[in-house]
């Protein structure tokens, strides 16, 4: 639970960049949400270990948990919302 986890940068190749800039938004979208997934689990770990000692310290660890969560929740309804809208526009459903 303590180790720290460097971030790691994409592999910006040329050719691997999709040319229709929603994909990339999408992309972009599904990396923020594994990111900001990845936070919760450690936000919510430091709250637990902290919990008994420092309990103000762990209210914090806890309320970014729950405000990464969120963020997370938002961009992938917003990669789905994206979705639909480009289903629907080129005929591809109605729901």
Avoid at 11 to 21: E, I, L, Q, T, V
Avoid at 30 to 35: D, E, G, N, P, V
Avoid at 59 to 64: D, K, P
Avoid at 65 to 78: D, F, G, I, Y
Wanted: charged content about 25%.
């Amino acid at each position: 639970m303590n180790e720290v986890h460097k971030p790691k940068a994409p592999d910006r190749k040329a050719a691997s960049d999709p040319p229709d800039p929603l994909a990339r938004m999408n992309e972009m979208l599904i990396a923020q949400a594994l990111s900001l997934d990845a936070m919760f689990t450690e936000l919510v770990g430091h709250a637990a270990d902290n919990y008994t000692k420092w309990p103000t310290s762990a209210a914090r660890y806890a309320r970014l948990a729950l405000r990464a969560q969120a963020n997370c929740r938002a961009s992938v309804e917003t990669v789905a919302k994206a979705d639909r809208a480009k289903r629907r526009a080129q005929g591809g459903g109605t729901a």
